[in-house]
């Protein structure tokens, strides 16, 4: 052979004997189907060969006539048996929810059904800042709920769906996607968290371990350590209320997932129960004739809106929800119901990144996550009690329930026995999270620079910041950007000159039209964990 064609070769060649030993036949599934003639005579080919390819895949032909239910999900990677990588995933939110899919089809299949699974992956919002994946993220949500739509479409047999994903654009996706199918019963299950480090950073603030490295605000072996550490589990979403975990929570206020579903520790037994349990919902919601379009109402969107500004929410939710209620075929909330939904509803959930103590995540659903945040709205009167749910049950009955559950008085005693922390402190009583200081969410204000609006985070600003009568005001050099490569520069101390403190910080042509809207999250996060960063302002 000769040396310079032996390396492709192998690429292409073997004499590994067993390798030609190939089957040009095979037995097939044993029994027969269970037809009838009506089913020959009504049913389309599609139907008839889609048993013929189900007993090819070896379920059992006596069993083929079960109710079907698709199970939908964001998986990437792939898990040894024992959990370790095989190949990776793009983050840990969709590395374990193959775990959550298994236990729901178990339980579809335990109850007489026929599961079916289909996937359509996820990117890292993470992974991606900075780069030009980002350009892709907002594209993908839409992209990927025309997959996850069609997904559904193309199994005509299913009689419902349970959609499970986690994160910032997966989550989103399955949701507009299951909304669009609204005529079906439907329940999606979140991806839940990844816990805490015992000692280190979040993922939030370990996003900015270049910017106070370059600062000396850290050391190389700090950030090193930090960023090994900041995903404490292998699975689930970050442990700040960001974009996944937001749409968690909005998914649960709108109904279509279960009470206390949003934000569970991923990998852990209360986590897993949550599919099995919205596998018996959906089944629950198909024998009684209810379908996600009696679930998902302008009513539930308003508790929805209600709930985000309640918790703090991301604002990329600004692009979701009504994503969602066109899917549905309801009416788009428009700036003027955020503005008004924002300056009735008190933020009373001191979670990351709003502060001002910021637990992380999991706190918040031992604290009684979406539930108990919803106690405190209904007696401020600002739910619509009588919206269905997930259970089949009016929004009322189940606050009634969680008000009393053993779940509730169990997971609010272990937050306070394994952290020392109150849950009343995480989830604050409206006027004890007033006299602590907790602005509203979001705002919207119009001027010369934004005439048809704009959106302000409010719990972004710094406190230290604003002005006596609760205003924030900023004069100071616009320091103008074209992309978000040189405005990190500049940050980092890069260019000359840098961005420094009192500096307004403007970036241009960041929306859709222009580089695909970019989160730019890597510009506010090292602003925000700079030292000097409150007193940067951006644009």
């Known amino acids: 052979m000769n040396p310079n064609t032996a390396d492709w070769h192998d690429l ?15 037995v097939g599934p044993t029994g027969k189907l269970p037809l009838s003639d009506e089913m020959l005579r009504d049913w389309s080919s599609g139907d008839l060969f889609g048993m013929t390819q189900n007993a090819g895949m070896g379920w059992k032909p006596e069993d083929l006539l079960g109710p079907q239910y698709l199970v939908l999900s964001t998986q990437g990677g792939v898990r040894a048996p024992d959990g370790t990588p095989i190949a990776l995933g793009y983050h840990t939110g969709h590395w374990e929810v193959g775990l959550l899919v298994e236990a729901a089809s178990r339980e579809i299949k335990a109850f007489g059904g026929v599961p079916f699974a289909a996937f359509c ?3 890292c919002d993470g992974r991606s800042q900075g780069t030009t994946g980002m350009f892709d993220s907002l594209p993908y949500r839409n992209d990927a709920a025309t997959v996850l739509r069609r997904l559904i479409r193309s199994l005509p047999t299913r009689q419902g769906v349970v959609g499970v994903a986690t994160c910032d654009k997966g989550l989103p996706a399955m949701m507009i996607a299951l909304a669009g199918m609204s005529q079906l019963p439907g329940v999606i299950v979140p991806g839940g968290v990844t816990l805490p480090p015992t000692h280190g950073e979040d993922a939030g603030k370990v996003q900015t371990i270049g910017a106070r490295y370059v600062h000396g605000e850290i050391t190389l072996d700090e950030a090193s350590l ?14 700040f209320l960001g974009t996944a975990a937001t ?22 037994p209360i986590w897993r129960d949550a ?17 996600l379009r009696d679930v998902l109402t302008d009513g539930s969107l308003r508790n929805a809106m209600a709930v985000h500004a309640a918790c703090g929410g991301s604002t990329n939710l600004l692009l979701h929800i009504p994503a969602v209620a066109f899917a549905a075929g309801l009416r788009r909330p428009t700036v003027d119901d955020w503005n008004a939904v924002n300056r009735q509803v008190p933020r009373f959930v001191d979670v990351l990144p709003n502060g001002p103590t910021n637990h992380p995540t999991v706190r918040l659903f031992l604290a009684g ?18 919206v269905l749910t997930a259970t089949g049950r009016p929004l009322g009955d189940v606050l009634d329930w969680w008000e009393t559950s053993p779940r509730r008085e169990r997971l609010r005693a272990l937050l306070r026995e394994r952290d020392g922390v109150d849950p009343d402190d995480v ?16 705002c919207f204000p119009i001027g010369n620079l934004c005439p048809e609006g704009s959106v302000i985070k409010a719990t972004a600003i710094d406190p230290a910041v604003v002005d006596a009568d609760g205003v924030y005001r900023k004069r100071g050099p616009a320091r103008v950007f074209t992309s978000e490569r040189a405005a990190i520069a500049a940050i980092k101390g890069q260019t000359n000159p840098p961005i420094k403190p009192g500096d307004i910080l403007v970036l241009l042509g960041r929306g859709p039209l222009g580089s695909g809207m970019e989160e730019t999250y890597q510009i506010t996060s090292a602003l925000k964990f700079l030292k000097w960063g409150r007193e940067v302002a951006v644009v």
């Open 247 to 268: 749409s968690q929570v909005v998914a649960e206020a709108l109904g279509m997932a279960l009470p206390h579903s949003a934000l569970a520790p991923s990998g852990q």
């Open 121 to 123: 992956s996820d990117p």
């Open 427 to 442: 989830i604050l009583p409206p006027e004890k999270a007033r006299e602590r200081g907790l602005t509203s969410t979001v």
């Open 369 to 386: 996550g979406v539930p108990e945040v919803m106690l405190h709205l209904r007696r401020l009167g600002l739910l619509e009690l009588d």
């Open 12 to 26: 292409v060649d073997s004499d590994q004997a067993d390798l030609f030993d190939v089957q040009t036949n095979a």
């Open 226 to 239: 930090a960023g090994c550490a900041a995903c404490a589990t292998p699975g689930g979403g970050c442990q």
């Open 275 to 291: 599919a099995v349990r919205s596998a018996r919902a959906v089944k629950r919601m198909a024998d009684r004739g209810l379908a």
